[in-house]
């Protein structure tokens, strides 16, 4: 289930989960990430969203931000390539898709139309798409309701 976006909070603030201070020895990405920890959720940039989200960091406060950039850039980009946000949001677990299928299901909507795409980020459109018609079309496990039809 998607939270409300608190876009005036950071991710610590929304998590209750302070981390100490990185250490001296703590590496650029450890340390960057412990920044944007700190930082309004409303402030981050595609290039914090694509780091935080690859990290795994804050996926139910991060993920439906990352979808409103998707939404209105689909090939959106950070400092790594074009296309490096998409990229980074459909290689999260298909676990995270499992707790929040109506942002897999945004997800599912926003790419199925893109075209002419780099053959990696080709394979990961087709890799997600694939995952998650077999996620809708599995048998429910014991114990848990069938998931709905839009989902």
Known sequence: MTRPLIRDRSL????HDY??????????????????RHKPIGELTVEDLRLLIGQ??????????????LRRDPMAEGHMYEGDLPATVLTRSPETWS?????????????????DLPPDLKHEV???????????HRPPEAGRSPPSPCG
């Open 12 to 15: 610590e603030e929304l998590e």
């Open 19 to 36: 981390w100490p201070a990185p250490s001296g020895d703590a590496t650029r990405l450890i340390r960057t990430a412990h920044a944007l």
């Open 56 to 69: 795994n960091e804050g996926l139910p406060f991060l993920l439906p931000l990352a979808l409103e950039v």
């Open 99 to 115: 707790k929040s299928p109506e942002l897999g299901h945004e997800l599912r909507q926003i790419v199925s139309d893109l075209s």
């Open 126 to 136: 087709e890799r997600f798409l694939t995952l998650q018609r077999t996620r809708r």
